[in-house]
């Protein structure tokens, strides 16, 4: 049994995340935290093997704490869950020390599968283009760039300290800066409710429907109730059809 935390600073997202572990007969979920402290004050008695993390934290960012967890003696497997995934969000996560990176609109099965080998310790971060890693490197000090390009080939910490004939620890303050360096910024935050897995039903479903119901499966639909989210990233309910319409 993969033991699985899972940190999100959303409720829906988090009850949403619970529901698909517990319906997995290979994962438990031990931890739902909506930041680290949460996540810090269970992580010794929960002991997860992996822990889904979503990147934009309103305490905190996912990219620090990751690399915080990395830090530990035996640390766990780490899935950065986030709806702004892409090759910036990759290459920061890859020196964070972050095992895969997981899209917010995937199917439920893929970050599923995602978390199984994770914990059978594959990567499923891709590597980034030429262009993007030249474009990190030249934000970075120049005492920081032979770190991250050792991080980036998938180089220890330990391993780095050695071959910079440095402490450990001094690497591990440079992983702290390069990680502050280049941790991506985030717009305004999206819809935060995983495509394919209804929030009203709980039921999974293929093809998500089009905004706003994206996250409803077609029977909940077509009962004529839908959910949205506010601005304040709380629940309404609306009708489907008709509503505040008068006729043609």
């Given at each position: 049994m993969i033991r699985v935390a899972v940190v999100d600073d959303h409720p829906?997202?988090?009850?949403?995340?619970?529901?698909?572990?517990?319906?997995?007969a290979d994962l438990q979920p031990v931890i739902a935290a909506a930041d680290g402290q949460q996540?810090?004050?269970?992580l010794d008695d929960a002991r997860p093997g992996v822990i889904v993390l979503d990147y934009d934290l309103a305490r905190g960012d996912g990219l620090?704490?990751?690399?915080r967890l990395k830090e530990r003696v035996r640390p766990p497997a780490v899935v950065i869950y986030s709806a702004y995934a892409g090759p910036s969000l990759a290459l920061s996560a890859r020196i964070a020390g972050a095992d895969a990176l997981v899209d917010k609109r995937a199917p439920g099965g893929e970050l599923l599968d995602v978390i199984r080998r994770a914990a059978a310790g594959e990567s499923s971060i891709p590597d980034s283009a030429p262009d993007v890693r030249e474009g990190a490197i030249t934000q970075l000090a120049a005492g920081d760039v032979p770190v991250a390009s050792m991080l980036l080939a998938g180089t220890s910490h330990q391993g780095i300290a050695e071959t910079l004939a440095t402490d450990r620890q001094d690497v591990v303050h440079s992983v702290r800066r390069i990680v502050g360096r280049l941790?991506?910024?985030?717009?305004?935050?999206?819809?935060?409710?995983?495509?394919?897995?209804?929030l009203r039903c709980r039921a999974t479903f293929q093809r998500p429907l089009p905004s706003p119901c994206g996250a409803i499966c077609p029977t909940c639909f077509a009962d004529g109730e839908i959910v949205t989210l506010t601005n304040a990233s709380q629940p309404r309910t609306a009708r489907a059809q008709g509503e505040g319409s008068g006729d043609a």
């Open positions: 829906l997202v988090l009850a949403s995340l619970e529901g698909l572990l517990q319906d997995a996540l810090w004050r269970q620090t704490l990751c690399q941790r991506p910024t985030v717009g305004p935050t999206p819809l935060p409710t995983p495509d394919a897995y209804c």
